[in-house]
């Protein structure tokens, strides 16, 4: 028994030849976030306060795709989403279809606090974070040069996907297209055990490049992008209709518990019932242990635990 | 060559004093569901076309909350959620946040055959109904003068419930809507509109299919999103069954309840009634929900914690049964 952490930043297909000046700003997030997960647990903070405040450090964090620096919709704008739940209790909280509210993993935390419901969305959901006083912003602070540039490529490159009176390729490369490879199809999320097997889990994004006005992913989803119980807590990352078709963070857990295997076999079990180059996911136990595997090139990842070991990788093994 | 299955729901969580004349209007239109489901499958049509054509009946006939006859939120609109999915290959379409789509599972499997998502919401899902010409009527065709009660008698309820100071039974106020200590969803249950209609069929290839449909909680908050449109919670399909989930909203995402039917069977070797009775037993907490469930065999399961759920069955060998209690 001890406590440990591990968070992501997505993943993905991020190409080996990765340029360090985007490189180089995401290990160092990845590195801070870790550090004040690592803090806030030494100061026996709950779980659930620790992956939400890692997650809003994630959202605050422009190389990432969530809060302040989210992928934009086929229409140009930001729509968040967001989810945090507990693992004693269950109890949890989402949000969807969010463009001015600042920190989006903590309107979910409020709507599982004060709310009869888990989960709102789009207006409503944005209504009860001014009601609750939540901090709030234009719009335009979320949206980055960078996504920009990425919705333009991908529209260019996906032309023929968004075009309904075409025939679905369901399969267009929609990552290959897209020049630096890196975190379109990112999320970030963090879990987090204490020494007394408490656990929680925490995942939020902007969703995908060029999706269409109203799509909800993966991420909001408990059971698909999300889950905690007294068992283990998931945050998955990768295509958002893959991880939902396969209830990824859920069957993580439901391996452990029905087939009795460790975190690390159920969770590699999981990711490889997905069709490869699709889903990542960090995972913590009740009893300490941590996994982060993928079947991606790559995904942006840290963790630590409590007997001192550490790690802050993106690809197989972990970068300098 | 297996046998095919069918089971319909239209909501757990019955009112004990339901007039009688009320309970044979609902078995009614079960059996006529159910034998639209029956004939569609001796026609030959595939498990994803016979649920979604069942849940359009449903929802088009005011009765239960889906479709016409949807609770309303606490603004008085409708917004209604439903999801389909198809077990072969998983895949899946969900809606929530409609307010003028006539058939709300026709618009969840149109998400699922015709976008490159698998959810869309609130206007971004009003905007995919009209480019893909779905029957569109206005809010108010879906607002019936009975839930327009209901809102109201929900709405004193609430304020009673809220107001620690008052003891929650058996006060003065809200007259009929507080006798019974029932509750669904924080609502006494005279008050609670059941949520929600299901189908799940297996065909007789062996393909399991499942759709749910609701509006919701009465006198919900306007962007609520319940169980009903998320995968794995309100509705789940794979190889090797196919559920439908009802009841109440929180607990059935808590316990992701359709996924752990089928979680279960796959990875604790359970038999279909095996694993509905064991997550009915084991995994809704303090939650009440009902749920319907076929298997790739031919097998049809219902089981719930409710006071009743409605619900009906047919099964290929002849087998035909509906029901409240």
Redesign the interface.
């Known amino acids: 028994m001890g406590w440990a952490i591990a968070l992501h930043g997505g993943a993905g297909d991020i190409p080996l030849s990765l340029p360090s000046d985007r490189r180089l700003p995401r290990e160092a997030g990845l590195r801070h976030c870790l550090d004040v997960g690592i803090a806030a647990l030494k100061a026996h903070k709950h779980p659930l306060d620790v992956v939400e405040l890692v997650v809003r450090e994630l959202e605050n964090h422009p190389h990432f795709n969530a809060g302040k620096g989210s992928v934009l919709t086929t229409s140009g704008t930001v729509e968040m989403e967001a989810c945090i739940m507990d693992g004693k209790t269950?109890?949890?909280g989402?949000v969807?279809?969010l463009s001015t509210v600042v920190n989006a993993i903590s309107l979910a935390r409020t709507v599982m606090e004060k709310?009869?419901?888990?989960?709102?969305?789009?207006?409503?959901?944005e209504?009860?974070a001014r009601e609750q006083g939540l901090e709030t912003v234009d719009p335009s602070y979320f949206v980055t040069p960078e996504n920009i540039e990425r919705l333009k490529q991908a529209q260019e490159a996906n032309r023929v996907?968004?075009d309904?009176t075409q025939p679905?390729q369901?399969e267009?490369k929609k990552d290959d297209a897209i020049g630096d490879g890196d975190s379109q199809i990112g999320t970030v999320g963090c879990v987090a055990v204490d020494n007394e097997g408490n656990l929680a889990s925490a995942t939020s994004t902007g969703g995908?490049v060029n999706?269409?006005?109203?799509?909800?992913?993966d991420t909001p989803?408990?059971?698909?992008g999300t889950?905690a119980n007294h068992l283990c807590a998931v945050s998955a990352t990768g295509k958002?209709?893959l991880i939902?078709?396969?209830?990824v963070a859920?069957?993580v857990a439901?391996?452990m518990?029905?087939?009795g295997v460790s975190l690390k076999e159920a969770a590699a079990y999981v990711v490889g019932q997905v069709p490869p180059g699709n889903v990542g996911l960090v995972a913590v136990s009740s009893t300490g242990e941590v996994t982060m595997p993928f079947n991606t090139t790559g995904m942006f990842r840290a963790c630590a635990t409590e007997d001192g070991y550490s790690e802050i990788a993106i690809w197989d093994s972990p970068s300098k | 060559m297996g046998a095919w299955a069918i089971a319909v729901h239209g909501g757990a969580g019955v009112d004990p004093n339901l007039p009688k004349e009320r309970q044979e209007e609902a078995k009614r239109l079960l059996t006529r569901c159910l034998n639209i489901g029956i004939s569609a499958l001796l026609s030959n049509l595939p498990a994803i076309d016979v649920v979604e054509l069942v849940v359009r009946e449903l929802e088009t006939d005011p009765l239960f909350n889906s479709g016409r006859g949807s609770a309303l939120t606490e603004n008085g609109t409708v917004e209604m959620e439903a999801s389909i999915m198809d077990g072969p290959k998983?895949?899946?379409g969900?809606v929530?946040?409609l307010t003028t789509v006539k058939n709300p599972v026709s618009l969840a499997r149109l998400v699922m055959?015709?976008?490159?998502?698998?959810?869309?919401?609130?206007?971004?899902?009003e905007?995919?109904a009209r480019?893909?010409g779905v029957e569109l009527v206005d809010n108010e065709y879906f607002i019936t003068e009975d839930n327009v009660g209901m809102l109201k008698l929900a709405k004193e309820a609430n304020s009673i419930l809220f107001d620690y100071r008052i003891p929650a039974i058996g006060t003065c106020g809200a007259g009929a809507a507080m006798d019974s200590p029932l509750q669904m969803?924080?609502l006494p249950i005279s008050v609670y509109a059941p949520e929600t209609v299901g189908c799940v069929v297996v065909d007789k290839e062996g393909r399991c299919a499942a759709a749910t449909s609701t509006g919701g909680l009465m006198n919900?908050?306007?962007?609520?999103?319940?169980d009903s449109p998320?995968?794995?919670?309100g509705t789940?399909a794979c190889d090797l069954c196919g559920v439908s989930c009802t009841g109440e909203?929180?607990a059935i995402?808590?316990?992701?309840l359709a996924?752990?039917v089928a979680?279960?069977m796959e990875?604790?070797g359970l038999n279909l009634h095996e694993a509905v009775d064991y997550v009915i037993k084991n995994r809704l907490?303090e939650g009440k929900a009902g749920l319907i469930a076929v298997s790739k065999n031919g097998e049809v399961a219902c089981g719930f914690n409710t006071t009743g759920m409605f619900r009906g069955c047919a099964t290929e060998d002849g087998f035909m049964e509906v029901g409240v209690w």
């Open positions: 269950k109890k949890c989402a969807s279809g709310t009869p419901h888990i989960y709102l969305a789009f207006d409503g959901a209504a009860f996907q968004i309904y679905i369901k267009v995908l999706k269409m006005v109203g799509r909800i992913g989803i408990i059971g698909a889950y958002g209709e939902i078709r396969g209830t859920r069957d439901a391996v518990e029905f087939k | 998983r895949r899946c969900a929530s946040g055959d015709k976008s490159p998502h698998s959810y869309l919401a609130f206007s971004g899902a905007e995919f480019k893909q969803n924080g919900k908050m306007t962007g609520r999103i319940g998320l995968i794995g919670s789940y909203g929180e995402i808590r316990s992701t996924r752990e979680a279960v990875y604790k907490d």
